[in-house]
């Protein structure tokens, strides 16, 4: 069975300052990688997804993330993070067979400093 | 772009009363999945439906059922509630040939006093 790990419960950076943000996951193939965003009580926003190919996909309001096989890492990043950016980031894998589940991480919030 | 709808959002029941949640896909997407998320935890699979059949099952309680119409519309019963069963409910849809890319709906928000 798949597994995840966020390795970072709480993360607190300074507006403007860069982002990083850690996904480990083991799956015995190279699984589907996702990466959501959820504000407080909402839902959960897809911000990006790895299938194959490029190793380093672009997602939405300027988070990417770059899948490592060597690592078995997919972590999202952001050059410069605004406040709006604070919620709880959760990283997700599916078997790449299709139309099975996702298996979340625990999730790591992220406080942006003024 | 038209996403998944869920209702009701908000849903206050006593313990051992029953509550039926409906979700809605993405149009044109063929499977429904659904999750729980407790307070302060990552959503937990619960069960899944493509093409109106059961696909997958996860940790869906025996009091709970589920189920997908011709419509594609699906819905989770859950009966003699238990004060355990406050949490998030989502559903999220996807659509063959799109990676399994699940899109979310906003969620179903129950209490159980």
């Known amino acids: 069975a798949q597994s995840v790990t966020q390795p970072d419960i709480h993360i607190t950076v300074s507006e403007g300052a860069s982002l990083e943000l850690r996904c480990n996951y083991s ?12 504000s407080p009580g909402q839902g959960l926003q897809l911000l990006l997804k790895y299938f194959s190919g490029d190793t380093l996909v672009q997602g939405i309001k ?4 770059e899948f490592k096989r060597s690592q078995s890492s ?21 078997p790449d067979t299709g139309r099975r589940a996702l298996t979340f991480g625990s999730g790591t919030r992220l406080q942006v400093q003024p | 772009a038209a ?15 029953t509550a039926t949640l409906k979700c809605y896909p993405i149009p044109r997407h063929d499977t429904v ?26 940790s869906i309680p025996d009091r709970f ?7 594609y519309h699906s819905e989770l019963n859950m009966s003699s509630l238990e004060l355990g ?6 559903c999220a849809s ?3 040939g799109l990676g399994n890319t699940q899109y979310f709906g906003p969620g179903t928000r129950l209490t159980v006093l």
């Open chain 1, 27 to 38: 799956y015995g193939a190279t699984p589907y990688l996702f990466w959501y965003v959820q």
């Open chain 1, 62 to 65: 300027g988070f990417e993330a």
């Open chain 1, 74 to 94: 997919f972590n999202l990043r952001k050059p410069s993070v605004h406040w709006s950016d604070a919620a709880e980031y959760f990283c997700a894998v599916a």
């Open chain 2, 3 to 17: 996403g998944v709808i869920q209702s009701p959002r908000h849903l206050i029941k006593e313990k051992r009363e």
């Open chain 2, 33 to 58: 999945y659904w999750y729980q998320q407790g307070p302060g935890q990552d959503p937990q699979f619960l069960i899944s439906f493509y093409e109106k059949m059961q696909s997958d099952k996860g």
């Open chain 2, 65 to 71: 059922s589920a189920q997908q119409f011709s419509d």
């Open chain 2, 85 to 90: 069963d406050s949490a998030l409910y989502f």
């Open chain 2, 94 to 96: 996807s659509q063959q």
